[in-house]
């Protein structure tokens, strides 16, 4: 993998980094404002602003938002062994790169006081992996989208969500009721539906787990008098690992 670096500016964030697999030209790349997952302004918080932007095979439509990786360069005389680890909150529209990097994250793969000199490679050799996401004492989140409109129209996105799985499916229901609605995908990890349950509602989602797929029952989230701009606890975290989705699945060490 090559890093690749050029000034210029992005949504939220003064430097970029893409990487690739082959050798040639690379022009600049820039986040889009607010994130083709949907997070907006939430995003550059994520961990510590370690965020970074996924060709379509790990954007995977939106379910890849929110997903974590282990990246380090291969150079040892300014980069870490360890490396750092990043989330996906964005789409990188250049099938000619895997990833785009901010410059904390970027920064954050070289050794102690060579942050700057890590930002002035220009290019480097890299390796990243699929890794689980944690959050310890976080439970996964969901937000009401200002688009939502009671009682008519609903949006949502998950926060927050641990192991290394992907929401799938979701769908929605009145606390104590079994008469479910699906949700469909908007866009990135926004998910919508006009046929919106009167009262408090809980969730249910389909995530990849093992070699499958398992059902999450998160069962009161929203109260009856929910509101846009919001921020709710599920109640419930992702722990699970989707044994498909990594080859080999691990903690994010490096051998």
Known sequence: MIFFTKNGKTGTDPHAISMKNFMGDLYYLNFDADGACGYGSLAPGFNGGHIAGGIPSLYKGGAGCGACFQIRCKNTGLCSRGGTRVILT?????NQTDLVLSSKAFMAMANKGMG???LKLGIADVEYKRVPCEYKNQ???VR???????PSYLAIKFL???G?????????????????NYMSRNYGAVWNTSRVPVGPLQFRMVVTSGYDGKWVWAKNVLP?????GMIYDSGVQITDIAQEGCSPCDDGGWK
Do not use: C, F, R
């Not at 964005?90 to 250049?94: A, E, G, I, V, Y």
């Not at 009856?224 to 846009?228: F, M």
């Open 90 to 94: 964005d789409l990188n529209h250049d």
């Open 116 to 118: 700057p000199d890590v």
């Open 139 to 141: 439970n996964l989140a």
């Open 144 to 150: 009401v989208e200002e688009m939502s409109q009671k």
């Open 160 to 162: 927050y969500q641990g």
């Open 164 to 180: 290394q799985t992907e929401i799938v499916g979701v769908d929605v229901a009145q606390v104590g009721s079994a008469n479910w």
């Open 224 to 228: 009856a008098d929910w509101e846009p």
